[in-house]
């Protein structure tokens, strides 16, 4: 069995916060159980004890100024203490108590700098305590005048049967203990599992457990930057053409487009495949990304989106999802005219072809050779074609695509795919294409704020 090896570097501290925050409802769930059960144990395992009590004060029957002196008494007091808790005395209270069992506890003690005595009888039932305290007072004679043949016993608080429980049931102090203690199993429980998760966390991570290159690390960037897509509630990419994209995205893209132009220039592509292994990944927003960089560079660029189920090029660049001049179109050979499914965006400077739900085979659409055909015209045409294409374990679709193109690039979203599936979806795209320059890690979160 294969060891498990836990690095302090592959742990990214906002995904575990944010981990504890989308689970704070199974804590606090654990926390009010464990209050629930403590509870339940405690009633289930409690029982009531009741104690019975009496004062006494010790003298002499007979006695002399001096011998009645409280020296002389507070040491008599002392002997009675051992005479109330003896076995004789409790053997013959059980003699007197034949209908009952008295397995009760007798306690005696004295109080300082006093002659007095405080008795108490405990047991399950209040009758019993009464009973046996009684009893007590009554033979405790026949063994003490062995001791003391002039001393005597007065009572000066009598016993009385006890109304309530001695030991009363007092869970809710214990409360606060029990909450924490099940909030740090809790939350160890799920840092745990954080640990166990086999995902690709940081970089370094990434680096060491994906077999393949890592070309960029794409900080995260919140949607919906702009207040029209907030009410709209539209999900809108974060474009680097959008003014309040923040600087260290738009350096990561900036980035990630220098590397991968200057790969594809020093061997001669011209064609890029942009994958992932898993949905929500943010493919297409790099794919988009990609483009447009390119074009701010003066490169003539088409953007085409091969995801045939699900597209989301038109959304991203706020387009209608129109059903004419689409790839989907073309290659249901609506179109004869290749350019026809290419629209100038000329507010990002690149040529976009969107696509439609087709409710055909894609397989077919992909097999036609019309594809093949469009982009071996738009390689006389463009400098750069991007596929933007469905996710691996979705459909096959992206394997097939990846025959048509020079270079393929994998989308890995940080702490979110299992490594096995991610390294499988590399193998899997290896087979098909003719290169794969490597993976960008993308919705890092470098910090908390």
């Known amino acids: 069995m294969e060891e498990k090896t836990i690095n302090l570097d592959e742990i990214n501290l906002y995904s575990l916060v944010l981990l504890l925050l989308k ?10 159980s464990a209050i629930l059960c403590f509870t339940s144990v405690c009633k289930l395992t409690y029982s009531p004890s009741y104690t019975s009590s009496a004062t006494f004060m010790v003298s002499a ?45 007798i306690n005696t003690v004295t109080i300082p700098e006093t002659n007095l005595l405080i008795v108490t009888v405990t047991s399950e039932q209040p009758d019993t305590s009464f009973r046996a305290l009684n009893l007590l007072v009554d033979n405790y004679s026949s063994i003490s005048d062995y001791v003391f043949s002039n001393a005597q016993l007065e009572v000066i608080k009598d016993p009385v049967v006890p109304v309530a429980p001695s030991n009363l049931l007092d869970v809710e102090s214990k409360y606060p203990l029990v909450l924490l203690i099940s909030f740090i199993l809790a939350v160890g429980g799920i840092v745990v599992l954080y640990l166990l998760h086999d995902t690709v966390k940081t970089p370094k991570a990434a680096r060491r457990k994906i077999d393949a290159r890592l070309l960029r690390t794409i900080n995260h960037e919140k949607k919906n930057k702009t207040l029209r897509s907030k009410l709209r509630k539209k999900n809108t990419a974060p474009l680097i053409t959008n003014s309040l994209i923040k600087k260290d995205f738009i350096e990561d893209n900036l980035s990630l487009y220098s590397t991968l132009e200057y790969h594809m220039r020093k061997r001669g592509q011209q064609v890029l495949l942009v994958t992932s292994v898993g949905e929500n990944e943010g493919k297409s927003t790099i794919a988009a990304n990609l483009a447009i960089a390119l074009s701010e560079k003066g490169r003539r660029v088409a953007l085409l989106d091969c995801d045939f189920r699900k597209p989301s090029l038109h959304k991203i660049f706020d387009m209608p999802a129109g059903k004419e001049k689409t790839l989907t179109s073309y290659l249901l050979q609506e179109k004869t005219d290749p350019s026809s499914c290419l629209i100038e965006n000329k507010k990002h400077g690149i040529f976009l072809s969107v696509s439609q739900n087709s409710g055909r085979s894609v397989t077919k659409l992909l097999n036609n050779g019309r594809l093949l055909m469009l982009l071996q015209q738009l390689r006389t045409q463009m400098d750069y074609i991007i596929l933007d294409t469905p996710p691996m374990l979705a459909v096959a679709d992206t394997e097939a695509l990846a025959t048509m193109v020079d270079t393929a690039l994998l989308v890995v979203r940080a702490d979110f795919m299992p490594t096995d599936s991610i390294n499988n979806g590399l193998d899997r795209l290896r087979q098909s ?4 320059c490597g993976f960008v890690l993308n919705n890092y979160h470098t910090s908390l704020l």
């Open 433 to 436: 294409a003719p290169e794969v």
């Open 61 to 105: 029957k007979d006695a002399t100024s001096a011998y009645n002196s409280l020296t002389t008494t507070q040491s008599m007091a002392s002997v009675f203490v051992e005479v109330f808790q003896s076995n004789v005395l409790r053997e013959r209270i059980q003699e007197q108590m034949p209908d009952q069992r008295f397995d009760g506890t």
């Open 23 to 32: 689970n704070l409802w199974v804590i606090v769930a654990l926390c009010i």
